[in-house]
């Protein structure tokens, strides 16, 4: 089973990329954060459902709503980054690649140079299994 993040999720993951990097605090419209934490498990017009199947579409539907919709009044693409890789992390995969390339994701995403299988697909490609050491 997928576990999802919830908004409240998001709201921290906001909050730690703040205080990290600096920014504007703030959300713009609550309503969009509960659409965003709910939307990669929804299905055909809004029921609940697979419209987006797989691990790394959901992935994929997090980081392209979070930089694009703009709930927050600022960090959108780092935000996007942060829960795409704390969804992963919940799922048990972490993004093995330098921190350039995950920058230049987002400004694509940013600027929808790339679409939403192409985001899955670059997850996918820099995606490795966390290894339990027990």
Not at 112 to 120: L, P, W, Y
Request: aromatic share 10%; glycine share 8%; hydrophobic share 45%.
């Amino acid at each position: 089973m997928i576990v999802g993040l919830t908004a409240n999720d998001i709201r921290l993951i906001h909050d730690i990329m703040l205080e990290t990097y600096g920014g504007i605090p703030g959300i713009k419209d609550p309503g969009m954060l509960d659409y965003i934490a709910e939307k990669p498990f929804y299905g055909p017009f809004g029921l609940k459902g697979e419209a987006f199947p797989g691990l790394f579409l959901k992935a994929a539907i997090y980081m392209e709503s979070i930089a694009t919709l703009h709930c927050f009044n600022d960090a959108h693409k780092r935000t996007s980054i942060g829960c795409a890789e704390m969804f992963l992390n919940f799922n048990g995969y972490e993004l093995d690649m330098h921190e350039g390339e995950l920058f230049d994701l987002a400004i694509e995403i940013a600027t929808k140079e790339k679409d939403i299988h192409q985001i899955a697909e670059w997850i996918e490609q820099h995606a490795v299994q966390i290894k339990d050491d027990k």
